[in-house]
């Protein structure tokens, strides 16, 4: 069985023998203090060992004493471009996330390295642990001609964190290909025997078909003994959000007993939903009803191979978008819709579902 080294959480401990840790992740806005602490707190009472709450702004990253004073739960912190919000966080949360791919997108004068040193001498400081968090949407731009561009950053970065003397973190590849993720965490398994993994299919979608596609991803990796930690992605409503640490502990459950997802399980090769779970950068709070919506519309083209992807902001949306068929994604007051790559216009949040079942019903209509 594949043995990690072991790192720390705060008081939990991850790799080695550890039990795999099951987290979440709150969607509540992370400036909104009371939603934010009560759902860390529903969630860490359901089971979560670990909670993750997005920062963006310094009003996020202000946020946090207070959170920290009203939930026991262990904080995460997801960054995105603005990785210098760690030194505000670092006191009050025992992780710290951060994309290799988003380090690009702002002080293009400073190198990547200069900013992992940065985020981890403040880990380091504050006794936290890393997590390099890669994804398949949003990839390091100078990694994404190398064959498998996830694992070629990934490596890329634990080697530079290896080589300044930082051993406190684990690495996530995810992608919301489940046939992806395995071969992605395989791999750097085979490379990175040594490396605590955090587990996760990305944009799972809504439940039941999104635990099928997490059950898929995950279960054939913890039998082979892969994977420290892990999150299951459900697009839910935010009262609904222990429905992941659920997920997360029956997909242990049937690892350890060597049930694992087989293909007749799984949701069949037809339509392919992919919708983002939600997070404090969701624009408007009809996102997850905007989802079923159109999960429940598109229903007439269960059988075709189409892929729609339903993201809820512009931070992730434009970028998790490019590789479904169709692409939509919320602002505040309006959605953006995409055919590929290409824009097709903003239409309000009435009136979207209807352009999608047009968008679909041109496609199934196509002759192959
Ligand atoms: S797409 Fe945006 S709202 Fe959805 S989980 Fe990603 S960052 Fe959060």
Redesign the pocket.
Known sequence: MRKTRVISIGSAFLGGEHPVLVQSMCATKTVDVTATAKLAEMLKNAGAGLVRV?VDTQKDAEALPAIRENTTARLSVDLHENYRLAELAAPYVEKIRYNPGHLHHGETKVSWQDKVKRLADTAGEHRCALRIGVNCGSLDPARKNDGLPMLASTLEHADFLDSIGFINYCVSLKSSDPAMVIHANEEFSRRRPDVPIHLGLTEAGIPPEAVLKSRAALEPLLVQGIGDTLRVSLTVPNHRKHEEVEAGFMILKNAAAGTIAVPSDLPQHGLNLIS????A??ENDRFVELAVKIRDAVQFAADFPISIAV???R???PG?TDHADIGVWCGANHVNLKRGTTPLGTYSYEDIVEKIVLEVRRRTTLPS
Not at 276 to 279: D, H, L
């Open positions: 997005a983002c779970p939600s997070c950068r969701v993201m809820g902001c931070v992730n949306g998790e």
